[in-house]
């Protein structure tokens, strides 16, 4: 397996508001090896990109 | 050797959300299964006329024919493969259900699914051919 296919360090941040569709790609992603943070909108995003942030600028 | 024709296995997966649908392929994919997709029974339908098809995931409500319809003609076309239902309503008629082999609501599709496709698909292998008579 090449490192392509397997890209351990690479966080995703995955939106979306239909639950099968958030849950199947958050599986699918994370078989893939990506560590998956999943949103089911726009504000719980929001809110994870802040506090990610928030947390780096305070470290 | 079940596990490498488990895996193997020709899905077809039948859903008027093409979102939904691509989501489908992509994990099911992911985990070595051959799939198949649909935008309606109708077209789902053809694909299983022409391909060998072991299991069938479909979607209870769709316009022009609901999974219910497309079960019953399915049944007919390939008696032998095993049809799971989805829906994100869980007030599903039960003549729909009686026609399937499995209900799994839409919430819980990513952790049901492939446990259930497995266990479907080693009944199937484990099964004498129709018309066997032992």
């Known amino acids: 397996m090449t490192s392509l296919e397997k890209p351990t360090a690479h966080k995703v941040l995955l939106v979306d508001g239909d639950n099968a569709v958030r849950e199947m790609m958050t599986a699918t992603l994370e078989h893939k090896g990506f560590e998956v943070v999943a949103a089911a909108n726009v504000s719980e995003a929001l809110r994870f990109i802040y506090y990610t942030e928030f947390r780096r600028a305070h470290h | 050797?079940?596990?490498?024709?488990?895996?193997?296995?020709?899905?077809?997966?039948?859903?008027?959300?093409?979102?939904?649908?691509?989501c489908e392929r992509a994990f099911l994919e992911t985990f070595?299964?051959?799939?198949?997709?649909?935008?309606?029974?109708?077209?789902?339908?053809?694909?299983?006329?022409?391909?060998?098809?072991?299991?069938?995931?479909?979607?209870?409500?769709?316009?022009?024919?609901?999974?219910?319809?497309?079960?019953i003609k399915m049944k007919r076309l390939r008696p032998q493969a095993p049809i799971i239902m989805l829906s994100a309503a869980l007030d599903v008629p039960k003549e729909a259900l009686n026609l399937?082999?499995?209900?799994?609501?839409?919430?819980?599709?990513?952790?049901?699914?492939?446990?259930?496709?497995?266990q479907l698909h080693q009944d199937v292998l484990a099964s004498p051919p129709l018309g066997y008579d032992a």
Not at chain 2, 1 to 22: F, G, S, T
Not at chain 2, 52 to 62: F, R
Not at chain 2, 105 to 115: E, G, I, M, N, R
Request: net charge negative; with cysteine; aromatic share 4%.
């Open chain 2, 32 to 71: 070595g299964y051959t799939v198949l997709t649909a935008l309606s029974g109708r077209k789902g339908l053809e694909l299983a006329s022409v391909h060998p098809v072991d299991v069938v995931i479909v979607d209870y409500v769709m316009p022009e024919m609901n999974g219910q319809e497309f079960a």
């Open chain 2, 100 to 118: 399937v082999d499995a209900f799994i609501a839409k919430d819980h599709l990513s952790s049901q699914l492939l446990p259930m496709i497995a």
């Open chain 2, 1 to 22: 050797m079940v596990q490498e024709a488990l895996q193997r296995a020709v899905l077809l997966c039948i859903d008027d959300n093409q979102d939904v649908l691509d």
